[in-house]
T-cell receptor, first 112, second 106 residues
């Protein structure tokens, strides 16, 4: 089955530690996206990539980093520079800007 | 002003009622998604539409590209429909609305 997989579903980390969230898709999609959602808020764009080895900052990129070394993988690292990392993180992908988007199940990160 | 606006933000209903959630956007798009998010956070894609109307079970989605407006209707609502419903527009970026929290009571 084709799809987009995020792991883990729940993640706990101590303050000051970097943490990497996984997003993998086997849909042969060129474009991949990372979003953040805070309680009671909408999903905000962190980073996106429209092709391998290229990515752009979204609206709230500070404190985050990404890589796109393989078409199927777009990992997000939440660095210690991110002041409020506790949130729900969602990964999405689509073949092009005109085609249907697919969504992961999300990762809920809690930093204590 | 947000590029994608949803209304209402919160909605409560009695089981069996007809529900309408609205989404307006200000950017050019190729299509619009309606998504459902349950309390655990997981996202389920309900519809993607670029014109007209789509129906799946008790859910109906309509879009008017000229007016930049879409609606999601739920007929004969049920407590299991309780969730957050989100519209997302397909443009150069994928932009989400802030969501509508629906609670359906027995």
């Amino acid at each position: 089955d084709g799809g987009i997989t995020q792991s883990p579903k729940y993640l706990f980390r101590k303050e000051g530690q970097n943490v990497t969230l996984s997003c993998e898709q086997n849909l042969n999609h060129d474009a991949m996206y990372w979003y953040r959602q805070d309680p009671g808020q909408g999903l905000r764009l962190i980073y996106y990539s429209q092709i391998v080895n290229d990515f752009q900052k979204g609206d709230i990129a500070e404190g985050y980093s990404v890589s796109r070394e393989k078409k199927e993988s777009f990992p997000l690292t939440v660095t210690s520079a991110q002041k409020n990392p506790t949130a729900f993180y969602l990964c999405a992908s689509r073949r092009t800007v005109d085609t249907e988007a697919f969504f992961g199940q999300g990762t809920r990160l809690t930093v204590v | 002003k947000n590029e994608v606006e949803q209304s209402p933000q919160n909605l409560t209903a009695q089981e069996g009622e007809f529900i309408t959630i609205n989404c307006s956007y200000s950017v050019g798009i190729s299509a619009l998604h309606w998504l459902q998010q349950h309390p655990g956070g997981g996202i389920v894609s309900l519809f993607m539409l670029s014109s007209g109307k789509k129906k799946h079970g008790r859910l109906i989605a309509t879009i008017n590209i000229q007016e930049k407006h879409s609606s999601l209707h739920i007929t004969a609502s049920h407590p299991r429909d309780s969730a957050v419903y989100i519209c997302a527009v397909n443009g150069p970026k994928l932009i989400f609305g802030t969501g509508t929290r629906l609670q359906v009571f027995p």
